[in-house]
T-cell receptor, first 111, second 114 residues
Framework: KAGVTQTPRYLIKTRGQQVTLSCSPI?????VSWYQQTPGQGLQFLFE???????NKGNFPGRFSGRQFSNSRSEMNVSTLELGDSALYLC??????????FGQGTRLTVV | AQTVTQSQPEMSVQEAETVTLSCTYD???????LFWYKQPPSRQMILVIR??????QNATENRFSVNFQKAAKSFSLKISDSQLGDAAMYFC???????????FGPGTSLSVIP
């Protein structure tokens, strides 16, 4: 059974640009969550989607957005990138909403 | 507010020995979930063990076991017979309800000395 797949693995962007990250959950998992991991703030919850609906959202500015497609794949978008957005972005999927399986993350560097 | 605290930024253990990682949490719920995740240098977060708060019995998974003290809001992880592959960052985490956000502690970096 394939795990959670995140693409791309690494990304370098310039301040002011926008970026889209992709996450394919484990087959059959309908819940997808996104987290930002930085050395200073640790792991912080961004948002969670279930059946194409955002049900939970963390304390991030509106520049961070996401969506989920009918096949449960999810995308996360960050507009007007800032240096502080440099982080490891982790996606997790869940079958029953409790046990989360994580992808390997996308390392975003903003220069 | 839901919080998770790990007071040990770094720990080390001799190979084959036992180590205990500490975690305290705070929640207003009576039923919730607690987890320990492992993040090796590859950055892949791996679930080590989970505990449902309504279960009094401490969870165990092979060499990993927890000491869950609900009244004290304490959730420590014991690793027995430590192996080199156990070296990683360990995160304690809590979740108040199914499909809710998972709150992570700051992590404990575990080194295993050969």
């Amino acid at each position: 059974k394939a795990g959670v797949t995140q693409t791309p693995r690494y990304l370098i962007k310039t301040r002011g640009q926008q970026v889209t990250l992709s996450c394919s959950p484990i087959s059959g998992h309908r819940s997808v969550s996104w987290y930002q991991q930085t050395p200073g703030q640790g792991l912080q919850f961004l948002f969670e989607y279930f059946s194409e609906t955002q049900r939970n959202k963390g304390n991030f500015p509106g520049r961070f957005s996401g969506r989920q497609f009918s096949n449960s794949r999810s995308e996360m978008n960050v507009s007007t990138l800032e240096l502080g957005d440099s982080a490891l972005y982790l996606c997790a999927s869940s079958l029953e909403g409790v046990e989360a399986f994580f992808g390997q993350g996308t390392r975003l560097t903003v220069v | 507010a839901q919080t998770v605290t790990q007071s040990q930024p770094e720990m080390s253990v001799q190979e084959a020995e036992t180590v205990t990682l500490s975690c305290t949490y705070d929640t207003s719920e009576s039923d919730y979930y607690l987890f320990w995740y492992k993040q090796p240098p590859s950055r892949q977060m791996i679930l080590v063990i989970r505990q449902e708060a309504y279960k009094q019995q401490n969870a165990t998974e092979n060499r990993f076991s927890v000491n869950f003290q609900k009244a004290a809001k304490s959730f420590s992880l014991k690793i027995s017979d430590s192996q080199l592959g156990d070296a990683a960052m360990y995160f304690c985490a809590s979740q108040e309800t199914s499909y809710d956000k998972v709150i992570f502690g700051p992590g404990t970096s575990l080194s295993v000395i050969p």
